[in-house]
């Protein structure tokens, strides 16, 4: 947080080539390493837009539904509906803070995977959190710009106890 290329608009990928699939894999690595739900570009210092999730079933959050790997490029973004969920977010750009973010119930996603192959989605819940958190990255947008009452950001251990936490 505070790194100048998180504050930018990523530009679109044009080329489908090694060199894409050679930043995907560095996104997983890093994404893994990190046991994070997401990552985009711009994160790992690209300013492409580009971002991939992935949550397995994990034991530590049984309320929420795993959601498929999915490489997403060049993505468009539709809510569906008013409705907005709150849900405690992290991010691994802003590490041992959480706040409470409000995100669209439903939307659909569009865009094409790393081969170009087209994407076309409607999901809700945490799938259709982690793909606005993402997707925020490549407007230069980060969760703490989202919180609307800052009493509701802090940090991690402070908060524990207050939230339900989701994965980062
Ligand atoms: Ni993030």
Same mark, same amino acid.
């Given at each position: 947080?505070?790194?100048?290329?998180?504050?930018?608009?990523?530009?679109?990928?044009?080329?489908?080539?090694? %060199?894409? %699939?050679?930043?995907?894999?560095?996104?997983?690595?890093?994404?893994?390493?990190?046991?994070?739900?997401?990552?985009?570009?711009?994160?790992?210092?690209?300013? !492409?837009?580009?971002?991939?999730?992935?949550?397995?079933?994990?034991?530590?959050?049984?309320?929420?539904?795993?959601?498929?790997?999915?490489?997403?490029?060049?993505?468009? !973004?539709?809510? !569906?509906?008013?409705?907005?969920?709150?849900?405690? %977010?992290?991010?691994?750009?802003?590490?041992?803070?959480?706040?409470?973010?409000?995100?669209?119930?439903?939307?659909?996603?569009?865009?094409?995977?790393?081969?170009?192959?087209?994407?076309?989605?409607?999901?809700?819940?945490?799938?259709?959190?982690?793909?606005?958190? %993402?997707?925020?990255?490549?407007?230069?947008? !980060?969760?703490?710009?989202?919180?609307?009452?800052?009493?509701?950001?802090?940090?991690?251990?402070?908060?524990?106890?207050?939230?339900?936490?989701?994965?980062?």
């Amino acid at each position: 947080m505070g790194s100048p290329i998180l504050k930018q608009v990523a530009l679109p990928v044009t080329r489908f080539d090694a %060199e894409l %699939e050679a930043l995907i894999t560095d996104m997983d690595d890093t994404m893994r390493a990190l046991s994070g739900a997401g990552i985009a570009a711009p994160q790992i210092g690209v300013s !492409l837009r580009i971002v991939i999730f992935e949550l397995r079933e994990n034991p530590r959050y049984p309320h929420v539904a795993p959601v498929p790997y999915t490489v997403l490029v060049n993505p468009v !973004l539709t809510p !569906l509906g008013a409705e907005e969920d709150q849900g405690w %977010e992290g991010c691994l750009s802003v590490p041992g803070l959480r706040g409470l973010v409000p995100r669209f119930h439903r939307l659909r996603y569009q865009g094409v995977d790393q081969h170009g192959v087209a994407i076309d989605r409607t999901v809700e819940g945490f799938h259709a959190r982690v793909v606005q958190h %993402e997707v925020d990255h490549l407007d230069g947008i !980060l969760f703490p710009q989202r919180v609307r009452d800052m009493r509701n950001f802090g940090f991690e251990d402070a908060l524990m106890g207050q939230m339900t936490p989701m994965p980062d």
